[in-house]
């Protein structure tokens, strides 16, 4: 295609190419130096519990302000830690700061912290997730980990071995972006999660197709039976949530609860009654 449309565009797609590699490559060594320059930061996004009302947890999502560019998105700088190793370093710094962090909360609060295959499957993460919880002093309970499902067995191997030993140390994990990989409802008997959290598609969906409300309903109900805690991430509507409420789904997390705020801002939603007037049943 490219050589009946003329040589010209050919050069014309190898320059863009060339463009978008020395864009990811400048970006690469951007982030490379991002936390030296304390650049990264966090922002929190609250678990509403639907029978109690009540906020239970925040998750911890990465942001980093670039001096030029701006805000970058984590689905366009992950990536590229991961290519390039850097999330090693990175991750270290999340499950540090989200600790930390949390510990000045009140102690019915969690933090969920989002982690990548790479460092999950890190033989020194589990010294890590220890020293970040004894730094902050830090009750292991308060703290949860969120992985997705093709990290249940990856390149990496299993991920069993780990789960277990988080399990042993009190830290619970949640099954992140749930539906939309490829793992089996076996894991589910077999692992030890917490919670499943439904990916935001299937909640966008499930009030105009009808399949997508009934795999919905049925995710709760097995989860129900098992003894694991469902959140529907991604909840934007009334609608939704009055959807979710009557199903017994546990807790949403999503824009119409709250955006992600910064740490300042999640002293604020705990203090503020506005979540209970609004939400209440
Ligand atoms: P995720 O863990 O599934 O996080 C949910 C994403 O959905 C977040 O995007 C959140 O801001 C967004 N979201 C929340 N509520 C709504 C809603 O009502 N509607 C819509 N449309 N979106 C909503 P974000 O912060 O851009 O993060 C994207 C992904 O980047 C995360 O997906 C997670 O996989 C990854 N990520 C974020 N922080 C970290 C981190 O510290 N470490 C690692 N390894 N990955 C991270
Ligand atoms: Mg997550
Ligand atoms: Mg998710
Ligand atoms: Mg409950």
Redesign the pocket.
């Known amino acids: 295609r490219a050589k009946k449309a003329g040589p010209g565009t050919v050069r014309f797609f190898e320059e863009a190419d060339d463009r978008v590699s020395r864009d990811r490559k400048a970006l690469q060594s951007d982030l490379a130096g991002a936390i030296a320059r304390d650049e990264l930061f966090?922002?929190f996004?609250p678990f509403l519990d639907l029978d109690e009302n009540r906020i239970t947890g925040f998750?911890?999502?990465?942001?980093w302000q670039h001096p030029e560019r701006g805000l970058v998105?984590?689905?366009e700088f992950?990536p590229i830690?991961?290519e390039t190793g850097l999330?090693h370093e990175?991750?270290e710094w999340?499950i540090r700061r989200?600790c930390a962090t949390v510990a000045q909360w009140p102690d019915e609060i969690r933090v969920?912290?989002?982690?990548?295959a790479a460092?999950f499957h890190n033989s020194g993460i589990l010294q890590i997730i220890v020293q970040a919880l004894s730094e902050a002093k830090l009750a292991p309970h308060r703290l949860e980990i969120?992985i997705?499902e093709s990290m249940l067995l990856s390149k990496y191997g299993s991920a069993e071995p780990v789960l277990n030993a988080l399990l042993e140390l009190g830290v619970t994990v949640a099954l992140?972006?749930f539906g939309t990989g490829f793992s089996s409802l076996t894991y589910l008997r077999k692992l030890p999660f917490s919670r499943i959290?439904i990916?935001?598609s299937f909640?966008?969906d499930m009030l105009v197709q009808p399949d997508c409300a009934a795999i919905v309903k049925s995710v709760i109900s097995l989860a129900r039976d098992l003894r694991i805690a469902v959140v529907a991430?991604?909840?934007?509507t009334a609608g939704q949530l009055d959807y979710l409420r009557q199903i017994s789904c546990d807790e949403v997390?999503?824009?119409?609860?709250s955006?992600?705020v910064s740490a300042d801002g999640v002293l604020a939603l705990l203090e503020t009654k506005k979540l209970r007037r609004t939400f209440a049943a």
């Open positions: 966090l922002v996004q998750e911890a999502l990465l942001r998105s984590p689905s992950i830690a991961e999330i990175i991750g999340v989200a969920a912290v989002n982690f990548s460092q969120e997705t992140d972006d959290k990916d935001q909640i966008r991430e991604g909840v934007e997390q999503g824009y119409l609860i955006r992600p």
